[in-house]
Each structure stands twice: as C-alpha cells, then as structure tokens.
C-alpha cells in the first residue's frame, strides 16, 4: 500500500467495523448516497437524484468503481484540494452530503473534509525577477504553514530568507 493511501487511510479509520449501523433518514430511499466511516462513498445508478449526485461526487472524489449499479469514490486530499479550487467549501461540501446520504455524515468524514479544504489557498506561488517564491499571509497560520514546508528537505535547501533592509532599498 502507498505512504498516501496509508496516511490516508489513518485519516478516516476512527469508525469501528463492529459499531452498529449508522439510522437511516426516513426519506432514505429518495437520496441516492451513503457515505461510510472509510470516506468511501456508493452512489446508485438508479436514483433519480444520480445526474445530480454523480456530478456533485465527480468533483470531491476520486473514482473508484463504476459498476452498472453501484458506483464507489473515495474522498482524499487531492480531490478536497481539487474541490476547493472550484470554490467548493467545506460547508457546501458536508451539506451537499447531509442532503444526499441516507444517512447521517459520519463524523470522521466530516473533520477529515474540513482538515482538508482549511488548507486550501493558505500560501501561493509566486514567480518574482525569473524566480519562483512560496508566500504566506504574514499571520501566525501563515508562519506555521511556511514552517511546515521548511521541514521538507528539498524545500528547505531552496529557501530563500527575506532581507528587510534590501526590500526597503527596492521601494
């Protein structure tokens, strides 16, 4: 198995398999998903909502299978990232869901989704006098996130440490 899919899988395995099943909506049988512990989510083909859904799942999941009954996708953090570059937000994404699934969000799922979409356009690339800069807002997050980069080694060989007083001399 990858380093992804096993820090990923780390990610959504709070739920244990042998916790009773999740209570179903009562309209259940008119929402065409169910979104499990593991961030798997089963879209059936023959709901009248699966245009809907189908086009909803395509843009915050990856694909997994796509039998003619039952379709699987995965929710990950390259699809949440993906997501949130269409502007879809953690709020859009966990009520979209709620309003899908017959049955409630696991609560993994839900946190997993917001850890993952809160990243999303904290630091920018930038490309200054033919070279390329990561930039971060100036706050404390932002400072974290840069932080959190300078510990790849890659990134930390490149860096490139502001000099206040050339900046000064460049305004």
């Not at 995965?74 to 979209?96: D, G, N, R, W």
């Not at 609560?107 to 920018?124: A, D, L, P």
């Amino acid at each position: 198995m990858s380093n992804r899919m096993t820090s990923h899988s780390n990610l959504l395995s709070h739920a244990s398999p042998s916790s009773p099943a999740s209570p179903l909506h009562p309209d259940h049988h008119l929402r065409p998903i169910w979104t499990l512990p593991t961030g798997h989510i089963l879209l059936e083909t023959s709901s009248p909502l699966y245009a809907k859904a189908y086009d909803f799942l395509v843009t915050i999941a990856e694909p997994q299978t796509r039998p003619t009954h039952l379709h699987t996708y995965l929710l990950t953090p390259y699809s949440l990232y993906a997501a949130s570059a269409v502007s879809m937000t953690e709020e859009i994404i966990v009520s979209t869901l709620e309003r899908l699934s017959k049955g409630p969000v696991p609560e993994n799922v839900k946190g997993f989704i917001k850890k993952c979409t809160s990243r999303y356009g904290k630091v920018k690339l930038v490309l200054r006098e033919g070279r390329m800069y990561v930039e971060a807002r100036g706050d404390e997050e932002g400072t974290g996130i840069l932080r959190t980069l300078s510990g790849n080694k890659e990134i930390a060989k490149a860096r490139v440490y502001r000099d206040a007083k050339r900046d000064e001399e460049r305004e």
